[in-house]
């Protein structure tokens, strides 16, 4: 029996994708995950889908694969190639996986194991845990295989706004909280947590992400729209920079050789700073909040953002801002 419909997109894609895109990440070869949420009467609904040509996102019927999930979604992530694992609205970690040529998604395990929305997902580096963090305080760490968590924490005092695993250690992760505190884990010790003096005082870190390369650095943003970049050997001496005007929704690091940081926010501005903390690019395309941010790994000088308003934008960096050696230098 064929997967595909008289339309031309997978049986078990939505017809319709919701209006708020939420959360936007590439895989490897450079096919675009995406999740969609909109609210419906009292309760909001979602969905996830996949785009092998990102430049089609976001159009249902040119979809490789998409699915309805029983409530709105906060976060997705990769997990090696073929798994989706997605943070519910409705305290669920859920894990998909591609199956028939990638046309198909198939749900392989949803665990109610948090009290309240999950607000934020990260996979290690070896795709076998992740990590999660919720509004009802906690974080925990998964073993994807046995589909549990191993372990789960309540350092925090309120809702855990972003967590971030560190790339090749796969003990080590980030998170941070409406209680205004970045919390730095290693799940060898027996206190994992160390609380890391990043924002300003009274200042809420919205987002953190760990650097590609260096894993004692890593960038937070706040609900003031400031951006840190932080040096765990010293971190009293941050680079600071005031970009936007309003929460920082989402920030990634590029794959150049001195990585960029581009960062979206509630201000529906774009923007990309250098390894010095200045802004070599700046967007306002958008039309309300930017909530998505992800760098394509197939050309290294674009990314893609998403937001509030369904806009799937695809962004260049100019020449003259490339960190990248010239091709006869490279020579």
């Not at 963090?133 to 295989?145: A, C, I, N, T």
């Not at 001496?237 to 929460?247: E, G, K, V």
């Not at 989402?250 to 960062?263: D, K």
Request: net charge negative; glycine share 6%; proline share 5%.
């Amino acid at each position: 029996m064929s997967s595909d419909s008289p339309w031309g997109s997978p049986v078990r894609a939505p017809a319709c994708m919701e209006v708020h895109l939420g959360a936007v990440r590439y895989r490897t070869d450079g096919a675009l995950l995406m999740a969609a949420s909109s609210l419906n009467s009292r309760t909001w609904g979602g969905s996830i889908w996949v785009f092998k040509d990102p430049l089609r996102a976001p159009n249902e019927s040119l979809c490789t694969a998409g699915v309805q999930t029983e409530a709105g979604v906060v976060d997705v992530a990769w997990v090696l190639e073929k798994g989706i694992l997605v943070a519910s609205d409705s305290g669920a970690v859920e894990l998909w996986e591609l199956l028939d040529n990638e046309s198909l998604l198939v749900n392989k395990f949803s665990k109610y194991e948090h009290d309240d929305m999950v607000t934020s997902l990260s996979v290690f580096t070896g795709g076998s845990q992740a990590v999660s963090g919720s509004k009802d305080f906690s974080v925990k760490v998964w073993d994807l295989s046995q589909k549990t968590p191993l372990k789960s924490y309540k350092a925090h005092s309120s809702f855990v706004n972003c967590v971030s695993t560190c790339p090749g250690k796969e003990t080590m992760f980030l998170s941070c909280s409406e209680d205004g505190r970045v919390l730095l884990w290693d799940t060898r010790n027996a206190k994992p947590a160390k609380r890391i003096d990043v924002c300003a005082s009274h200042s809420i870190p919205t987002y953190v992400t760990w650097h590609p390369v260096e894993d004692d650095t890593f960038a937070c943003g706040d609900e003031n729209g400031n951006i840190y970049v932080v040096n765990l050997k010293n971190s009293d001496s941050a680079q600071t920079a005031s970009i936007h005007s309003r929460p920082i929704t989402g920030l990634a690091y590029s794959n150049h050789s001195s990585p960029l940081l581009a960062s979206v926010s509630e201000d529906c501005s774009v923007v990309v700073l250098n390894s010095e903390s200045s802004v070599i690019f700046k967007d306002e395309s958008h039309r309300d909040f930017v909530t998505g941010v992800a760098w394509s790994p197939v050309s290294v000088d674009s990314f893609t953002t998403v937001g509030w308003d369904h806009k799937v934008l695809h962004h260049s960096i100019p020449k003259e801002n490339n960190p990248e050696p010239k091709a006869e230098e490279k020579a």
